[in-house]
């Protein structure tokens, strides 16, 4: 059995910002192997796994999406050695100053996250949060060395490694959306053991954080009958709205509005429900956010719902979960995959 802390530390331990994800997706790779019949990488680099069903062929199929892109920076702009960032992806800048990070240039670099003395800055910005247009990145080289080296456009990851806090919970970067990714790889762990009649394709999509396009173009080639994305979603943290965050450790969330597909999740609120598996329905009442929203839309619309991992702090070098929402979620997921039966789709109709 695949040890979730070790695995998703290690997925923490390789960059993968949103269309750089070639590092990370060779330790999936590995991961999932020998968990699937056939693996394959989409033209835009997302892994498609293939564990087959039982049922007779033709065979529906069922999707199952967790991005492992992350946000991160890119080099913008060099002056005097200095290197000027822009965003991939959402980033809170107020927690960059001071943070450790790695330039993907012509060869990794470490760097420090910079913010000028408040006195030099434009007065407008001064006694503030410093905007990440003012901000810098230090990787102590001569202006000549960082000229060899770095490029406008190259790439920058958060370097921080993960902790282990109490509570059982982890503390890192990037564990948006590397924990679903976890969750991901245990459903399959678990189906192996299982009998289940569908195909499953489990897909690592990537680009979620800036266009979909992963979970967009995998869901077109492979047309599945149903998909589930798992993603992460806001946990509480000192402040939150309680109707708008959700705790850690008291199981994944369900999410309901306009882009899920209302027989689903009854279905797999239903399912939860029976097997004591605590959950939150989180209403979301526009876009989920995630990869859901791009495969909804596919084709003729593949029905689809979302099932998050509470997170703190997203968004952040800091993030943090914890495993047992992990794992609840991974088995959810795998309990619904193996009570789908050949007629399911038959029953399945839109009644809000």
Known sequence: MLEILPFLKELLSAPGISGYESAVRPLIEKA??????????????SLHGLQKGTAPEPRPSILVAAHMDSV??????????????????????RVLPGQIVTVHGRRDL????????????????????????????????????????????????????PVEASGETLVGHTLD?????????HCLEVLRTRQHLWDVWAVATVQEEVTLGGALTSAFQLHPSLAVAIDVTFGSEPYSPAHLA???????????????????????KELAE??????????????SGTDSDAM???????????IGVPLR?????????????ITRAGRLVTEFIVQLDEKFMDRLTWED
């Not at 702090?313 to 929402?325: G, L, R």
């Open 313 to 325: 702090y997203m968004h952040t070098p800091t993030e943090m979960v914890a495993v047992k929402d």
């Open 72 to 93: 991160g920076l890119m080099v913008n702009g060099i002056i005097d050695g200095f290197l000027r960032v822009t965003s991939i992806g959402g980033i809170d800048a």
């Open 246 to 268: 959700y705790p850690l450790g008291k199981g994944p969330t369900l999410i309901w509005g306009p882009v899920i597909h209302p027989f689903l999740f009854n279905n797999v």
């Open 296 to 306: 909804q839309a596919v084709a003729e619309g593949i029905p689809n719902m979302v």
């Open 110 to 161: 470490p760097g420090l996250i910079i913010a000028p003395p408040t006195r030099l800055l434009p007065a407008s910005v001064q006694g503030g949060v410093v905007p990440l247009e003012y901000l810098l990145v230090d990787v102590g080289l001569l202006p000549d060395e960082v000229s060899n080296w770095v490029r406008v456009g190259d790439p920058i990851s958060f370097a921080q490694p």
């Open 177 to 185: 959306n590397r924990a679903s990714v976890a969750a991901l790889t």
């Open 274 to 287: 029976r097997l004591e598996i605590p959950f939150t329905v989180e209403p979301v009442p526009r876009f």
């Open 32 to 45: 999932w192997q020998p968990l699937t019949d056939k693996l394959e990488v989409s033209r835009l680099g």
